[in-house]
């Protein structure tokens, strides 16, 4: 369906919430004429060939505020859509979480919520989860990547993962846009060797700090 033109009269909001449309549906464009598929006929065999998308993406408004402090421990209580979480007790193997974004219900598991409820706390409402509230929360608009969580690392550095196999160095490329907020600092990405993306914030003079992060956009491409 067609994204309507915008309306004289429209508010800020309702603007920017134009303005990302038209943006994914250039990106959902780009994939969708990317992947092909073909089939040939001889005599005796049909062959179909499938050519992947140009890259896969992730798009997300990011939003961080407060400074690191202790994980908080979550026991039977509402999730934040948009928090990352980790499962530190899965109550003997009884908790599941994979109905509000996790791919497993192992301890250790990091995921960013998509829910309130969990399908269970445990036999024993055991189940544990916990987070830092200085780390970035999220509002997802696009994900074929994979698994993707964000933790706070010290002031103003943060680290996004992606489950299992990581961003490679060579076919990730990066794009996170200035808000209101990082108009009074400087934000900036990038991956390092090692798999992991990180995000760091300082103010206009380049001191490390926190805060500047506000509905942010961060876009992810991996070629393939």
Known sequence: MAIPSRQIGWGTEDNLLWQISKQLEQLTNVTAQACTTTTSTSSSTTTTTTTLPLYRVYTALLTQTGEGSSPNLVIDLPLVPGITYEI??????TADFTNVGALNNTVGTFFVATGTTPTSWGDNLKGELEYNDAAPTVIVLEN???????TYDSVGAYSVTL?????????????????????NGIVWTYVDGGGTIY????DLSGNYG????SRNTLEIRVYN
Do not use: C, H, P
């Open 163 to 183: 489950a299992n196999v990581g961003f490679q160095y060579n076919d990730t490329a990066l794009f996170l846009s200035n808000s209101s907020s990082s108009q």
């Open 199 to 202: 995000i760091e914030t300082a």
């Open 144 to 150: 074929t990547i994979g698994n993707i969580w964000f």
């Open 210 to 213: 926190d805060g500047y992060l």
């Open 88 to 93: 530190t007790n899965d109550d003997g193997g």
